[in-house]
């Protein structure tokens, strides 16, 4: 019977006369036998490490059973483990852009089979995030120097004194990317490149004379200043 194991033959008065399966006896008058099997145990449930859900490039799987000495069989396209399925006997290698449903059963001689294990793993590619090497008058930095495809990407820009941050330039190969106004963008399929816009800041110099406007002059951070002519007073030496 499934589940259990032949263990003996027994005699009306309850003697083991055979631990045979097929028991050959003479019959010289009426006697009984009764047959008795113990229950087999079952194998434990395999699982997996890490467990289920989305990962990146790539991930190994790990199948593990409690059962020692048990063989662990597995599947890796939807199908019920059989005992011609393959044996575990390493980490299962996953690739990127891949959705895969392991199944794994362990099994064990005299014992039942264990249940079905089953776990779902997404493996998503990720792009490079690349801060451009000719930026000037400023620094930029991003959270993350790789990303999956949709994932949220935030940039700092950190002007140099006398400088002010005035717009992003993000590229893939195939074109510009948008920033959002609080300084993000939504990773595309693709490496990208970041780079940043840093202007001088504008500074106002006023002439006066008497507390009268004279000349008003506005020049760049780091710009040479050179002065309007000295102002003159009649009757006064500057």
């Not at 045979?20 to 490490?49: K, L, W």
């Not at 794994?104 to 090497?133: C, F, G, K, R």
């Not at 507390?211 to 506005?218: A, S």
Request: zero cysteines.
């Amino acid at each position: 019977a499934d589940g259990y194991l032949f263990s003996n033959w027994t005699n009306a008065q309850g003697a083991v006369v055979s631990t045979d399966a097929i028991f050959d006896f003479e019959i010289t008058n009426d006697t009984a036998f009764t047959a008795h099997f113990t229950a087999m145990g079952v194998v434990a449930t395999p699982t997996f490490s890490p467990a289920e859900g989305t990962y990146y490039d790539a991930v190994n799987v790990e199948l593990e059973g409690a059962t020692s000495g048990a063989t662990i069989h597995y599947t890796t396209d939807g199908s019920t483990p059989t005992a011609s399925s393959a044996i575990y006997n390493g980490p299962i290698s996953l690739a990127a852009t891949s959705t895969t449903t392991i199944n794994a059963i362990a099994m064990m001689e005299n014992m039942t089979n264990s249940a079905m294990a089953s776990a779902t793993y997404t493996v998503l590619p990720t792009y490079t995030v690349t801060i451009a090497d000719n930026i000037v008058n400023g620094t930029v930095r991003a959270n993350v120097t790789r990303a999956a495809e949709g994932v949220t990407v935030n940039l700092t820009a950190i002007a140099d004194e006398g400088y002010h941050f005035a717009a992003w330039n993000v590229t893939t190969e195939t074109g510009a990317v948008e920033v959002s106004a609080n300084n993000s963008f939504a990773m595309p399929a693709g490496n990208v490149t970041i780079s940043a816009t840093f202007v001088a800041n504008e500074y106002t110099i006023t002439y006066m004379l008497d507390n009268t406007v004279y000349d008003v002059d506005t020049f760049a951070f780091g710009t040479t200043i050179t002065l309007v002519d000295n102002p003159t007073k009649e009757g006064y030496n500057l």
